[in-house]
Structures are given as structure tokens and as C-alpha cells.
């Protein structure tokens, strides 16, 4: 059906050529894709390699068409609590159908990595996480949905991979989700979590709650960044979106289009 979280070469950590990855998702059926490569910015290294080259990402996507396939043209962006005016720039810098907003860094560390986890428990990680996100999508209005919450459930460096349920922080997560609703900004289920913690980051729980407190807007992917996972899941978690809203979305110019399920 839908897949709106894909990474080519055109992302430092890609390892599928664009047009690769368009073939996997005509071979599976997909209806409509979104190429959403990394921007993030590490401080205190030498080299950013976190931050595709626009250059580079014009010519791999702009020409690029598949018969009875939409391919759009995104980004995923790492928020923070202070970047808003960064990214308020650099999204000038060329035309993008669809905005991810995502947390990978807390305290300037990679969430990801095992440096983060250093001297913290599964319990205080997975707070300062949680708190760092409310701050980011309390900060942030130029993102179209927020990026896999609970993302760092799956991170090489958590020894766990333990989910992070809807009721463990409920005050928190509520928080975050009525700030999005409030914002009219979405949210998005991300299939990457289902080999590697058991199930979607967030579950399907978080998706119900998101519609209780007046979230409209959500999208599913599968954060592929080769061809064997494009397209992976994203059946089951548009079904089961279909079954909490009616409908999942896409994106195109930076706004949704509803589509039934
Ligand atoms: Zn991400
Ligand atoms: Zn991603």
C-alpha cells in the first residue's frame, strides 16, 4: 500500500540505490512511496555525515518515475529541542512533499548507540527519551508527523529492546500526543520495530489514545534503508489503522490526503 519512511545511498547509513528500492516497491504492490533521507546534526565531531547532499538527493529522486507507483520526495529530520530556525532554513533549501520530525539525539548522544546508555538503566533512558521528545514537539511546527515514538526501544546500543508501552509514561505520552493533536501535526507507525522488539514503534495503542485526545493525522513506513525491507509490514499497520481511524495518510506538498481503508 503505502510506505512513507525510505532511505537510499542518498542517507549516510542507505544501502539501496533509489531506483532499487522503487523496483521492490512496484514488485510488492505499493501504491506510494516517500524517499525521507537523513538530516541530523551531530555537534562536537569533525565531519557531519548525517546530512544527505542536496545536490546529490536532487539527482537521484527528481527524474525519477515508476509506472502505477508515487514516488514523493521527503525528509527526515532530526529534531531538538533548540533547532527549530536550523530547520526552518535548510526545509528552504528545495521542495519536499513530507516532513518527519525525529528524535535520535538526547544530551547530544545518538539514543541509538551504547555511549547514551553508559551509566543510565533501561528506566532512565527511556524517560530522559520520552521527556526529550515532549520538549521537541512542544518546540517544533515545521514537521508533518513525528517520527517513530519509542524509537529507542530498538537502538543497537540498548541491551533490552524492551517496548515502551502506552501506560508506562502515560502523562508523558499524553502530553506528546495531545501536543501533536493540538498542533495538527501526525503521527507515524513505523514497522521497523516488529524483528527486533515484536512489535510497531509505537504500538498499536498509542494510536487509539492518539485518536482519543483528537489526532487526525497518520502515516506508516518502514524506515527501509535497502530492498528487502521496503514495504515490510506496512499491510498489517495500514490495516490496523484502518481499524482505529478508517484511513491512512500520504503526503504530497506537505499536505495530507486521506485514504480509506
Ligand atoms: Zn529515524
Ligand atoms: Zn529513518
Redesign the pocket.
Known amino acids: 500500500m503505502f510506505d512513507f519512511h525510505l532511505h537510499s545511498t542518498v542517507s549516510f547509513d542507505g544501502l539501496s540505490e533509489a531506483r532499487d528500492m522503487v523496483q521492490a516497491a512496484r514488485e510488492r504492490g505499493l501504491k506510494e512511496i516517500c524517499f525521507t533521507d537523513h538530516i541530523d546534526h551531530e555537534v562536537n565531531v569533525e565531519k557531519e555525515i548525517m546530512v544527505f547532499d542536496f545536490d546529490e538527493y536532487s539527482s537521484a529522486y527528481d527524474d525519477l518515475e515508476a509506472e502505477g507507483l508515487k514516488i514523493r520526495r521527503g525528509v527526515?529530520y532530526g529534531i531538538k529541542p533548540y533547532n527549530m530556525e536550523e530547520m526552518r532554513r535548510e526545509l528552504q533549501k528545495r521542495h519536499f512533499d513530507f516532513v518527519i520530525g525525529?528524535v535520535?539525539f538526547v544530551d547530544e548522544m545518538d539514543v541509538y548507540l551504547a555511549p547514551f546508555w553508559e551509566g543510565r538503566t533501561k528506566e532512565s533512558a527511556y524517560l530522559r527519551f520520552m521527556e526529550e521528545t515532549l520538549k521537541c514537539v512542544q518546540a517544533h511546527d515545521d514537521f508533518d508527523v513525528l517520527?517513530?515514538l519509542t524509537?529507542i526501544c530498538k537502538g543497537r546500543g540498548n541491551p533490552t529492546k524492551e517496548l515502551i508501552r502506552c501506560n508506562d509514561y502515560r502523562e508523558l505520552t499524553d502530553e506528546i500526543l495531545k501536543t501533536l493533536a493540538r498542533k495538527g501535526r501526525g503521527m507515524e507507525m513505523n514497522t521497523s520495530g516488529m524483528d527486533r522488539c515484536g512489535d510497531f514503534l509505537p504500538d498499536a495503542e498509542y494510536f487509539k489514545r492518539f485518536k482519543e485526545l483528537g489526532g487526525e493525522i497518520v502515516t506508516v513506513g518502514s524506515?527501509a534503508h535497502n530492498t528487502q525491507r521496503v514495504g515490510q509490514y506496512t499491510h498489517q499497520a495500514c490495516r490496523i489503522l484502518g481499524d482505529i481511524f478508517g484511513y491512512v495518510c500520504t503526503f504530497q506538498n506537505r499536505k495530507p490526503i486521506f485514504h480509506k481503508i
Open positions: 527526515e525525529s535520535h517520527g517513530h524509537f524506515d
